[in-house]
């Protein structure tokens, strides 16, 4: 029998509609040609379609289709924000503000601009694993040319003031990046409103195809980012590439649903996490990690006392999880973002992140604490035997 899936934040299979429309991207019959071609019908049809898939995303962001940038997804957004707007007010100054919590992709682009010469300050989070505003005020200097936070995190899904932290920097004449990779179709955003001037977005966490993302760029005040992929001038110059018409359809196609079925979708998924909880909880000496409240509904990243966090996940194969985050889990180091809140190697090595999604069942919770109960039960009667 299959694993119970319980990994939604590190991808989520692609929903059916979405398939379908993908599908009619690809053969003879539909949508193949390339949405660039502008001399012939199937050139104009295709850019159609990337041009309403580019007002869906926009739609679901509250922001101006001519605002998003397409990608190859949330790394490539990352890098073309952090690496592009450094290099666009590099003038201005050299000094970046982040967070030691980020996604790889956000702190190894800006590991690259560190070595570039570009001065990085890390700012550790909470013990409950939000972004202290008062500590990116206090870190803000006169050659400080750009802020980036994640809007949830992908480890814990702790959700960051983004409304705070963009409106200081604002005030400062500093640009504001956000990695949304975890929470598009999951939280509302009304970039109207929200202090942003770039975001990262990625489609396979919200039912969508892997390979395919998008940044948003503000246009009034507009934003200024340097290329980092040159070529044919597609995306107005910003990012070359013949554009991929099934990709960025089923991005499109995976926004709109989750802008129709959010409301619905995540009180559902949050009791089916707040059942998980439960039920671990109840296995004993188990601790949540991050934030009570100021979460996404899906996530649940648990420490476990009293076992030895190298034998948990080879004592679960009949869940899928992730330990620390799936883009790092084949090294043996604890989790950077759990480390950054605080927690000890041993507690650090002993979590685990669960996620719910679109077709968790209740059976699957049953059965995912059944297995969890069973293995804890081994591995702690383990450890005092020996
Ligand atoms: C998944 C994820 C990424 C990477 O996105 P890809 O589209 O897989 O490149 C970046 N940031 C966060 C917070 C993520 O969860």
């Not at 200097?141 to 899904?157: F, I, K, P, Q, W």
């Amino acid at each position: 029998m299959n694993p119970v899936y319980l990994d939604y934040a590190a991808t989520t299979p692609v929903d059916p509609k979405v398939i379908e429309a993908m599908v009619g991207c690809l053969g003879q019959d539909g949508l193949f040609g390339n949405p660039a071609s502008r001399s012939h019908l199937y050139g104009w049809l295709a850019e159609d379609a990337v041009e309403t898939a580019r007002r869906q995303v926009a739609d679901l962001i509250h922001a101006d289709p001519r605002e998003v940038v397409w990608t190859s997804g949330a790394t490539e957004a990352n890098n073309l924000a952090l690496k592009g707007a450094a290099q666009a007010r590099r003038a201005q100054g050299r000094h970046i503000i982040s967070m030691a919590s980020e996604h790889k992709a956000v702190l190894d682009a800006l590991g690259a601009l560190a070595r570039e010469g570009w001065d990085i300050t890390l700012l550790a989070p909470l013990s409950d694993g939000r972004a202290d505003p008062a500590a990116i005020q206090a870190a803000l200097r006169e050659d400080t040319v750009l802020v980036s936070v994640m809007h949830a995190n992908n480890e814990t899904g702790v959700i960051n003031d983004i409304a705070a932290i963009g409106a200081l920097c604002r005030a400062q004449g500093v640009l504001f990046h956000v990695d949304a990779a975890q929470t598009l179709g999951k939280l509302p955003i009304d970039l109207r409103t929200l202090p942003v001037d770039l975001m990262s977005l990625c489609a396979h966490k919200l039912y969508g195809p892997k390979g395919v993302g998008a940044l948003y760029v503000r246009r009034a005040p507009g934003v200024r980012i340097e290329a980092q992929i040159h070529g044919g001038g597609h995306e107005r110059g910003l990012r070359s590439g013949t554009l991929a018409t099934h990709q960025l359809v089923g991005f499109g196609a995976a926004c709109a649903l989750s802008g129709e079925v959010m409301q619905t979708e995540q009180p559902r998924i949050q009791a089916l996490r707040d059942q998980l909880w439960a039920g671990l909880q109840a296995l004993g000496n188990v601790h949540l990690n991050g934030h009570p409240d100021a979460r996404l509904a899906g996530h649940l990243n648990v420490a476990f006392g009293g076992v030895d966090g190298e034998l948990l996940l080879t004592a679960l194969p009949g869940i899928a999880v992730s330990s620390g985050s799936a883009c790092t889990s084949a090294s043996l180091d604890p989790s950077h973002v759990l480390k950054a809140m605080g927690l000890d190697d041993t507690l650090a090595h002993a979590s685990l992140r669960f996620s719910v999604g679109r077709y968790t069942a209740e059976a699957d919770i049953r059965k995912a604490v059944d297995i969890v109960g069973e293995a804890l039960q081994r591995l702690r009667n383990g450890a005092q035997v020996s």
